[in-house]
């Protein structure tokens, strides 16, 4: 071992006082781990209300047509002999309403087809279904037809006892959420049904 070596051996490496406040310095503050700490506080809101707000609006802001259905008809004041038919349809429509938002709608209109041509109409008052609500409607139709162009197959329905018909409804209104959002929505219907004559009732209804 030379003199340099037993030197450095007897004789360590002292830590300064200037080196002790160096490593001091580098370590951080208190009042600097408090901003980082504040800082990742501030982005994970953001992130979060960010999330927040996403969901909001695809779920509570996205608007969506009431549905409109037939739930009962009832066949009064029928009359008809070979030739032609007269009767009264009394109908109950259910309005479901899944926003998150009431529907207001107007006066509706509803109408009974026979093939392609009217054969009866009535109408609707309007009203309002409550968010995330079903209502019940009331309307009466008023039916009645005889040999023509557009009821060309209607003897040999009434021969047979059962007529084909179509039921169609629409409403039109406004879909409010929260006053933040109105936005004009159509409820529309169209149900088919047979009606027997002898027994004066409804067979095979389906709405679409």
């Known amino acids: 071992m030379n003199k340099m ?3 450095n051996h007897l004789n360590p490496p002292q830590i300064t006082h200037q080196k002790i406040h160096e490593f001091k310095t580098n370590k951080p503050t208190p009042k600097q781990e408090g901003a980082s700490k504040t800082l990742v506080y501030i982005l994970t809101s953001v992130v979060l209300l960010s999330i927040a707000f ?3 609006g695809l779920v509570v802001l996205r608007i969506k047509p009431p549905s409109l259905r037939l739930s009962n008809v009832v066949v009064q004041g029928l009359r008809y002999n070979a030739s032609s038919l007269n009767m ?3 109908a109950d429509l259910t309005l479901h309403n899944t926003n998150f938002g009431r529907f207001e709608f107007r006066g509706g209109s509803v109408a009974l087809l026979y093939g392609n041509a009217t054969f009866g109409a009535g109408s609707v008052h309007g009203g309002r279904v ?3 609500e079903r209502g ?3 309307a009466a ?6 040999p023509s162009e557009n009821y060309m197959n209607i003897s040999r329905d009434i021969e047979l006892n059962l007529v084909r018909l179509v039921m169609v409804a629409e409403l039109r209104g406004e879909i409010r959420v929260m006053k933040i959002v109105n936005r004009h929505r159509t409820a529309s219907m169209n149900c088919s049904m047979d009606v027997n004559l002898r027994g004066q009732h409804v067979l095979n209804l ?3």
Do not use: D, P, Q
């Open 5 to 7: 070596e037993e030197e």
């Open 54 to 56: 996403l969901i909001f």
């Open 88 to 90: 009264t349809m009394t």
């Open 130 to 132: 409550g968010a995330r």
């Open 136 to 138: 019940r409607i009331g």
């Open 141 to 146: 139709v008023e039916a009645s037809g005889g």
């Open 206 to 208: 389906s709405c679409k």
